[in-house]
């Protein structure tokens, strides 16, 4: 859509992120998201905003126990969107692997992907949200989405047993009730 040093479109999102056609699922994050009146507190370095866009709270899913150690990713793509150069955002990525903020499973040790864009991000009129020279958009494919769908469907299944939801279809063909 923009002109870029090393733009990215969506079907190198899908080549890049999801190694295998089950494991599909994105975990994405934003940064930065700060009000107006905290602004003037933040730097927006490429580093700041990209360590914010790892934090479980930037992250577009809730995880409630997001463990940087035991939540692998396969892959990640970084977008970063405006003043930002590629050797700054490489070196961002160096950082990120040193300081262990990000842990790969064993078979996928390199998965980065990196795109730029120097159009700055737009701004909406009359918006409580600061403005931002740069911004920087994680899109990954992490291990940690399966909790969060374990989670959601077994609490589904437990009220829909415990109303006896569609016990009557099981019983009819032979399964018994505590089954």
Known sequence: RFEGEMNVDLNEFQTNLV?????????????PVINKAKADRESGTVKEITDHVFQPQNMLVKYVDFDVAEDKYMAI??????????KEANATVQ?????????FVEWCPTGFKIGLNNVPP?????????AAPRNAVMMGNNTAI??????????????????RAFVHWYVGEGMEEGE
């Open 146 to 163: 399966s909790r969060v769908f374990t989670e959601r469907i077994t609490r589904k299944f437990d009220m829909m047993y415990s109303q």
């Open 19 to 31: 190694p295998f056609p089950r494991l599909h699922f994105m975990t994405t994050a934003l940064s």
């Open 95 to 103: 950082w990120l692997k040193q300081q262990n903020k990000v842990t």
């Open 122 to 130: 737009a701004t909406v009129e009359n918006d409580d949200m600061a």
């Open 77 to 86: 793509s970084l977008n970063y969107r405006g003043d930002v150069k590629s």
